[in-house]
């Protein structure tokens, strides 16, 4: 009863048999794999997904957990209750009514119940095992006697004329059943140093599954941050399209104020001109000239200067414009302080990298903004300061970062070779270690045709990946020890990652050859 409740526990509700392979859900309920992906494909189909036991809904096609100890218990339930139509044993000799054999005769090949094997033990005395529907394995192939010796020369079961004549004679040979239990301890053994392998793996397994469900989490949380941060800078763009709109709104509304108000002064002259000149009209086509004399003269105001001083003051010039510049430095401004306060969100500072003149080797040409060095034949007309660079064509940045985190970008003209990175102050300026790729307070990155390679301390690691961009987001963590570099294609490509334990201040590090050129890019 209690076997035939364990296997009901043990039954997929899908295919009503024992589990094969059984996963989870997060809802917590078991499946055959072959079952519960048939089923998801059809609710696929469908548009939804959900727990065919307690309808439990995922937005999302779920992830199959593999549950091995519901697997282990079904494989130990199976191996100690087999299927009995299949594998019960009836007696030879009871063929009216099948009766269950409780032996079986290896040299007799049968099976035999109580009754029989009373009666077959009275007349014979044969070798009997547990019942068994098969013989001939147990016993020789040559001899078609009972295998009853083993020989651990040749790994083989032998009968007894086995031993005496034929090709194991002489052999040291083992009794069947001795040869057995001497394998089943080797075995035991071979089990107890499989154990801590296996728990090893299961550890991993564990682990793996830990950051598994880490990595989920954490890119949750980041979905959830990513969103939130859009839904601000929406908010932010409406406000910025608000304020645009209204700075147009109010500039037209005072030029047309303006204009209006002109034109309804212009109507005004325009209605006395036409009064006058009706008035005019009518004495021309006075005949009486004593009336025609006593008429008082009309004087007529000229008003040729209005229009263009635009009046007494305050009135609008025909020429006058919406001030686009200043609609445009308004919407620059809005844009501005989004990017600022996502950048602060994010808790990254984009800092404003400037090159250091004074440290430029004489074949370095640092443009006048202090963002672009370029590799030139000609040397550069500078002073000798002590801190310039002698004998490698490099250059420092004038500021140093020492805490923090950081981000910025350098473009490469895909000219010659170059290599970006940091460095501490204190590199040399002469000689072998005063080349930043040699040097073990630098961290580089090497640009050149067809590849990159990353350097520090002289050790040389090539990346396997092909360049597709000249552009490069470089970002540092000070705290943590962190100097990445993306290669900035569709979608964004991690490039390399070193980590220090920084003790100085770092400074951006360029180094230029063969007429190469790289520029420090402004947000």
Known sequence: ?????????????????????????????????????????????????????????????????????????????????????????????????????????????????????????????????????????????????????????????????????????????????????????????????????????????????????????????????????????????????????????????????????????????????????????????????????????????SYGGDEETGGDGGEVSTEEDLDEVLISLTLYRSISDIVTNVTSELGVHVPDILLDVDTAHESVKISEELKTATESEEEQEIPEPSRRFVTYSQVLSRCGLSSGRHYWEVEWDQMGECSVGLSYPSIEREGEESDCRMYDKCWCLDMYNGGYKVWHNSDELVLRVKPTCPTLGVFLDYEAGRLSFYELCDPIRHLHTFTASFTEPLHVVIYVEDGASVTIRSW
């Open 1 to 301: 009863m209690a076997s035939a409740e364990l296997r009901d526990e043990l039954n997929c509700s899908i295919c009503l048999s024992l589990y094969t392979d059984p996963v989870s859900l997060r809802c917590g309920h078991n499946f055959c794999r072959s079952c519960i992906v048939s089923v998801l494909d059809a609710q696929e189909a469908a548009g939804g997904y959900s727990c065919p036991d307690c309808r439990a809904e995922y937005p999302e096609r779920p992830d199959l957990e593999k549950n091995r100890k519901l697997r282990n218990i079904v494989e130990r339930f199976s191996s100690t209750q087999p299927d009995m139509e299949e594998t019960r044993i009836f007696c030879t000799y009871c063929t009216k009514s099948p009766v269950p054999a409780v032996k079986s005769c290896l040299q007799c090949e049968t099976s035999l119940c109580d009754d029989h094997l009373n009666a077959h033990n009275k007349t014979v005395d044969h070798l009997l095992t547990e019942p068994t529907g098969s013989f001939g394995y147990k016993k020789c192939s040559l001899h078609k006697k009972v295998l009853e010796y083993y020989c651990p020369q040749d790994a083989a079961c032998l009968c007894v004329s086995c031993c005496l004549v034929g090709e194991h004679r002489g052999h040291q040979v083992e009794l069947l059943h001795e040869a057995s239990e001497n394998k089943k301890k080797k075995m035991l053994k071979y089990h107890n140093e499989l154990d801590p392998q296996k728990a090893e793996i299961q550890i991993r397994i564990q682990n793996l599954q830990d950051h598994k469900r880490n990595i989920q989490e954490k890119a949750s949380d980041e979905r959830k941050n990513i969103s939130k941060i859009f839904i601000d800078i929406k908010k932010q763009l409406e406000m910025a399209e608000k304020k645009a709109l209204s700075e147009v709104s109010r500039q037209e509304e005072k030029i047309v104020s303006q204009i209006s108000h002109l034109i309804k002064k212009l109507e005004i002259q325009e209605d006395e001109l036409s009064r006058k000149m009706r008035h005019v009209e009518e004495m021309c086509r006075v005949t009486d000239p004593i009336r025609l004399l006593q008429e008082s003269d009309i004087t007529v105001c």
